[in-house]
């Protein structure tokens, strides 16, 4: 058996860490530089807050990504996701102070709050737009840049080469592609700039007229991609193997390190390690406040439950939860009937089985509101994908491909496709597979953000519905 030989190092990995230490200088030396110009005497507690500020702001960057490739991404998400992190650091550190402290903000900290609000993440954020806007500068100026061609003018390959030159930052100068499959005569030659095949790459790798090529083509080729990695290590030029794990339809795909050996995650979901966490913290915290805002209105419905209709305030039904393990969800009944069995009727316009009272509830979707003690209980989170009765996901899950998927997290009370109007009554396969398809995107797309969007959206259009009967 071969040997594995090398391991995958992390490009990036000294750079961010550098940034990381120039952000934690900047809001270390601008607190306490400007604090001694304004004030002579500051609050005891401030050097305190000051390290929770940087202690969240640490935490938060981290979860937002702030941190990642600084050639991968733009510089509007790098400064969103800088404000973002310190927006929900002030607000923690902010309310410990108010709630937990008792303090009163308007005192001599007033040029602490200052300082924090307005001057380090002004600082932060300039930091980094000078960083990117002089590298570009020098770019332009020839320091530091290297040419690029990229090997296969697949999508992927495609993709890769407007990436390319939409940042200028980087120094990546795109010559072109090389490809076999692309005929000379092609009328495409000339639109994806084609340089020659394969062959013509190796001539040019030899005559150094690029300094890196990227290979970015199918999976399937192994033999082609070996054969070419073999003769361009007779060249001097840098070679970067691009798979194109897009042709997987990937759920929350990662990169995991085992020792200098790379796994791709192709299904998996966002919430593990530091992400789970983030995500409990934010259902108990939201949930426990939710719950106390909703807990008289609770007590109004179950009264309007109990007088008009005969039968219990509440009921459970089982459903699917995380893993697709079975959970019990909590529910003002809103029916005559109470089925949890392995043949659930899906509620309907105008079904008999719903109460006058019932009705009201369901349209504006306060039967769901005993599902915030799933919330506190853990079987449930605030957002997520809507949980389904266990009878409708044996059915589906035989008609939609990837459905399952949707239970790599747990479900939750509203959800990206609730706000985008798929919620209630599902009648046709099409629906329901819009409803897949906004569930599998949140999952890919998780954020602390997204999740607060989500919430906020839900108070204006994720409430009532005409689907909802």
């Not at 930091?127 to 003018?153: D, E, P, S």
């Not at 940042?167 to 030659?189: A, C, I, L, T």
């Not at 209105?297 to 009264?303: D, E, F, K």
């Amino acid at each position: 058996m071969p040997m594995l030989n090398g391991k995958v190092n992390r490009y990036d990995a000294k750079i961010n860490a550098l940034f990381r230490l120039t952000d934690n200088i900047l809001i270390l030396g601008s607190a306490f530089l400007v604090g001694d110009w304004l004030i002579s005497d500051w609050d005891s507690h401030a050097p305190w807050l000051l390290i929770l500020l940087l202690l969240f702001y640490n935490y938060f960057a981290e979860s937002q990504h702030v941190y990642n490739s600084w050639r991968g991404g733009s510089l509007t998400e790098e400064i969103s996701s800088i404000i973002i992190a310190w927006s929900l650091s002030e607000l923690i550190v902010l309310s410990l102070f108010l709630f937990v402290l008792d303090r009163d903000i308007s005192t001599k900290m007033d040029y602490f709050w200052l300082v924090s609000f307005v001057i380090i993440p002004a600082l932060i954020t300039g930091f980094h737009i000078g960083i990117r806007l002089l590298l570009a500068q020098l770019r332009r100026k020839g320091f530091n840049t290297r040419t690029v061609a990229i090997y296969g003018a697949t999508p992927i390959g495609m993709r890769l080469a407007r990436t390319l030159d939409e940042m200028p930052w980087s120094g990546f100068n795109f010559v072109g592609f090389y490809d076999d499959r692309v005929k000379r005569d092609d009328e495409r030659r000339e639109s994806i700039h084609l340089l020659g095949d394969v062959k013509q790459l190796i001539a040019d790798a030899h005559s150094s007229k690029f300094e890196r090529v990227y290979i970015a083509i199918s999976l399937s080729a192994e033999q082609r991609t070996k054969t070419i990695i073999k003769e361009l290590a007779d060249t001097t030029v840098s070679v970067y193997y691009v798979p194109d794990m897009f042709v997987f339809d990937l759920l929350h795909a990662k990169i995991e390190d085992y020792k200098g050996v790379p796994a791709v995650s192709i299904y998996e979901s966002p919430f593990s390690g530091v992400n789970a966490f983030t995500k409990r913290a934010e259902d108990i915290l939201i949930g426990s406040l939710i719950l106390l805002l909703i807990s008289i209105p609770m007590i109004i419905i179950a009264l309007g439950i109990k007088f008009t209709s005969k039968g219990p305030v509440l009921f459970k039904q089982a459903r699917y939860g995380r893993s697709g393990e079975r959970i019990d969800v909590w529910k003002f009944r809103s029916m005559t009937v109470m089925e949890n069995s392995d043949q659930v009727t899906q509620a309907t316009k105008n079904d008999q089985r719903i109460t006058p009272f019932g009705a009201f509830l369901r349209r504006t979707s306060l039967d769901e509101l005993p599902q915030f003690f799933n919330v506190i209980q853990g079987s449930m989170s605030i957002v997520g994908p809507r949980p389904h009765a266990v009878a409708h996901n044996e059915a589906y899950r035989k008609l939609i491909p990837g459905y399952m998927l949707r239970h790599k997290i747990k479900p939750g009370i509203t959800g990206w496709a609730q706000i985008h109007g798929y919620r209630g009554e599902t009648d046709t396969l099409d629906k329901m597979e819009m409803r897949v398809r906004y569930d599998l995107e949140y999952i890919r797309s998780w954020s602390l953000s997204l999740d607060l969007k989500i919430i906020f959206l839900t108070i204006f259009k994720g409430f009532v519905h005409k689907n909802a009967y």
